[in-house]
């Protein structure tokens, strides 16, 4: 039987039970009416509170490969698919089914190939991963301000830079605070990466990050490559890979070759020559590091996308914790192939978002043309993606990147957007063809003359409200997004009168306090100039992270600003004063949101741990649910399997941890979902219609057979809207 009668004859065996099944669900989820009738707390369960908190790019075999669950649960992951296995001393090393996550060499050839989903494929050299190459500080980003004493003490014992850490910080409980000192790598410039074990010589796939001794868990790590065309090709789909268990037929065969072939956009500048063919005299490219040549140039990364964490041995001990003893989900999916803003603009939305003219209509971006002209930022800019490969070159995109130049110099690049509506765009043509090629046919969602924005760009409006578009000053950037006018759910919610915030890490510090003369007034810092400065007004707030600043309807409003957008300083103060709204949206810094290089995990733990105490110590623990998750997988390997949704995703697991008192502790859910699955949670719970009549949260809850495949929905497209990790009995 083909996967096509298998789904429609077990779709047909269901239909009966599914009626009953949903009688049943609205009879446990009607409506629980208060006395005042507020529909904040007019909730189809115990449920009054949700606080969505996200961290940033780590998958789940990323965080989660060799977690072991409770007698009675199962989890998909590294260990249980034997990728991995454990030795003696719970090294994770190759088990018996690595060749699962075997990772291959491709080519896609430019002047011969277009971009290419699933290119022809052999093993790379001894079949060896391409070196993974060093990232993150040397040392931590804060400075020993002992350095001058006579032995110089080590900075995690120098009192002055404690103080500092947190001064620049509020998110993180008191014992956290040294990590911030500390994990730099030692090492200078994009070389291996010593501290890994054997890192000139690891097999084609996954392998142990931590090793106990030179890389530890609280080590800055190397960030891989995540945007949206990048991503796509990582998971090496196509039709020919399909199989019962995956119908997609994404198999994940690419991560390090995408890596090491081209990396993280690089904004139209030519490959240099390969070292081969130049004598090995720079300047030349190659996609594994030369010690002999240590001058060339490579994409920075080398095979970063393939390292996991070791919970076995102690790694991210607080959300093993948390999985142990609250409920996790091993298939929630980032929404969207690609970075940090588009899939915070899809959560937000249910939808993506795309290029308008001055009067909000549809409208092609730059392209070929000279922007902030005249100034000294003048430049042409190229921002429609083209992933084809360059002519001569193996998988060198034509244009894709986050935009060069500025701040005093010409502007260049910006490869972000694609008319995906139409065929005939670079790199949109070979997703519809594989769209249109799976078993069930995919419908792309893109509407016609519609640029959607891929990858990051700034959000349309600063923190003021102001037009950030519209702005020229030397110190914004072209590469800016115009307003938005596609509804999210905070309009939603206002719609219907339930209370929320968006609650960002350093929001004080960017869009200011008061004003001039006022005790505590901050002036707005809209252009980001105390990015990266520590002390008392450091400005690590993300705002491509904030779904609702792309937004005309939140952020033109004074009085929704002000009402929805806050710092976290608030968020804390709402707890304890028993204040907290219905909905909270919760973003950390840059400093502890947990993304690679910039940030660790660990701190991103932190952050976590000191809301979840907070909660838990307060009235909120009998009503609240704790949604923890991630922005996208961050370019990170992952085995699990990946629904396509439409033309923007969905993409890699990442980890979803939910904290609540009506958790089975322990459990886990295997029903597909991803970030927009939260949106159908608050939907559901307050009994509120989707945010539009396009928007993902329309999708059904996923159908699975258990004899074929717990984590393939026969009824694709479709998602959970995450009921299935309470137990309101």
Known sequence: MNLKKLASTTV??????????????????????????DPSTDTRTPIKHVIVIIGENRSFDHVFATYVPRDGETVDNLLSKGIVKLDSKKNAVPGPHFDKAHQLLASDLGGIDTFLLSPPKEEFPNDKLPTPLVGGPSVAYFPNLCSSEKPEPAINDCPASLALAKQSESGLPASYYP???????????????????????????PFQLTNGGAFTYDSYAASPVHRFYQMYQQLDCSINHNSIENPSGCIGKLFSWVEVTYGAGQDGAAQPPLCASDNGAPPCFTTNYLPNVPGATTTHEGSTALGFYNVQQGDAPYFKWLADNYAMSDNFHQSVQGGTGANHIMFGHGDAIWFSDADGKPDAPPEGETVYSPGPDAGMVSEIENPDPTPGTNNWYIQDGYGGGGYGSPVYGGGSYSNCSDPQQPGVREV?????????????GCEQGHYYLLNNYNPGYFGDGSNAYTDHNVNNTPFTIPPSSVPSIGDDLNAHKISWKYYGDQWNNYAGVGKPGDPNYIAPDKYDLNYGVPGPLADDYCNICNPFQYDTS????KAQREAHIQDTLNLYTDIAGKTLPAVSFVKPSGLVDGHPASSKLDLFEGFV??????????????DTAIFIAFDEGGGYYDSGYVQPLDFFGDGTRIPLIVVSSYNKPGHIAHNYSDHVSILKFIERNWDIPPVTKRSRDNFPNPISVEAVSPYVPINAPSISDLFELFDFN
């Open 432 to 444: 519809l063809k594989y769209l249109k090629s799976l078993p069930q046919p995919i419908n792309s």
């Open 12 to 37: 047909d065996g269901l239909r009966n039970g599914l009626t009953s099944l949903a009688l049943l669900q609205f009879s446990l989820g009607a409506p629980i009416a208060n006395a005042q009738n």
């Open 554 to 557: 939140i952020m033109a409003n």
């Open 179 to 205: 990590d911030l000192l500390t994990g730099g790598s030692g090492l200078s410039g994009h070389v291996p990466d010593a501290r890994i074990s054997n890192v000139t010589s690891l097999p084609a796939g």
């Open 609 to 622: 741990k000191k809301i979840v105490d907070q909660v838990e110590a307060s009235p909120y623990a009998k």
